[in-house]
């Protein structure tokens, strides 16, 4: 590691991050014929390890100004000022942006169980652009469930943030039922007679999902696979039940940065005041000031 000075910022410079990626090797075209060899054979460890650190792995500025170094196209400026603009408009819309909340379940604080996860977790594998190109999986083993379980393990909230939230994760549990044959899902929440009343036909439209009214109470591992025992009271008894994977929902809420925005502008929001119809503008006591909707 040597320090050398650029453009009077002084750059430490990592020896150990190579320059150029390294080449995979592969084998050669005589080699391929009449079989069905890899023709690319992987790099040996200690280029693999090189590779590796090409990554510079931030995670949190320190502002050591490495990637300004290495950015060829000096598509980084450091001494940018912050800069205030002042626009003339006759109207702003605001729209709610969202932050989502995980509340803790029994058994499984901070996400202790591989196979517990959040439904935005679920979002992100079945969107075909994602990381698991479309594909639901269990983190602990990469295999697809056949039993998958949601759980609503949040309440006292407005009912409309309640039939959101539980109308996100009924969409994933219709797409997952699209792509993973003979799945098997149920619904466990505290506030599902309330929300069936209030979807109303559209629920009836659902088929093949379990909908179960009860308060979820406990997630336990169990046995070699490492599934997931969820406990939930219904009706004043106990009832257990095992799923290849749990799906914990998560409470949908405004984004300090939105909040803050509405109170520069003078008027007083919260995530409920966002939900209506999709697409539509609604005025508010501020003249000029709207609120687009969403569901
Ligand atoms: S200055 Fe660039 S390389 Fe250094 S920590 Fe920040 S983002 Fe990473």
């Given amino acids: 590691m040597y320090i050398y000075e650029k453009k009077g910022r002084y750059i430490i410079d990592f020896q150990d991050i190579p320059a150029k990626r390294a080449e995979m090797p592969e084998i050669e075209v005589e080699e391929r014929q009449g079989n069905m060899k890899e023709v690319e ?96 999986f269990r983190p602990q083993d990469g295999e697809i469930p056949k039993k998958i379980g949601f759980a609503q393990t949040f309440g006292g909230v407005d009912d409309k943030v309640r039939d959101a939230a539980l109308f996100y994760a009924v969409n994933e549990a219709i797409m997952a039922q699209k792509k993973i044959e003979g799945v098997e899902i149920s619904f466990v929440s505290p506030d599902m007679d309330a929300f069936k009343a209030s979807a109303g036909s559209d629920l009836d439209k659902v088929s093949g999902v379990n909908f179960v009214n009860g308060t979820v109470a406990e997630a336990t591992e169990v046995g070699e696979n490492k599934d997931i025992e969820l406990k939930y009271e219904v009706g004043g008894s106990e009832k257990t039940e095992t799923f290849d994977l749990l799906v914990l929902l998560t409470r949908p809420q405004l984004p300090p940065m939105i909040e803050g925005s509405a109170k520069k502008l003078g008027i007083e929001v919260n995530y409920v005041s966002f939900l209506g119809t999709p697409g539509e503008i609604v005025e508010t006591d501020k003249a000029g000031v709207m609120l687009a909707q969403n569901m």
């Fill in 41 to 136: 054979t992987g790099f040996p460890e200690d280029v693999a390890v090189a590779e590796a650190k090409r990554c510079l792995a931030c995670r949190r500025c320190l502002g050591c100004a490495l990637c300004w170094a290495e950015c060829k196209p000096e598509a980084i400026n450091f001494d940018m000022p912050d800069e205030d603009f002042e626009l003339e408009v006759d109207e702003v819309i605001l729209t709610s942006g969202m932050q989502r909340k995980i509340a803790p379940i029994r058994g499984n604080y901070g996400n202790k169980h591989m196979n517990v996860v959040t439904d935005l977790q679920v979002e992100r594998m079945l969107a075909d652009t994602g990381p698991s190109d479309g594909l639901i």
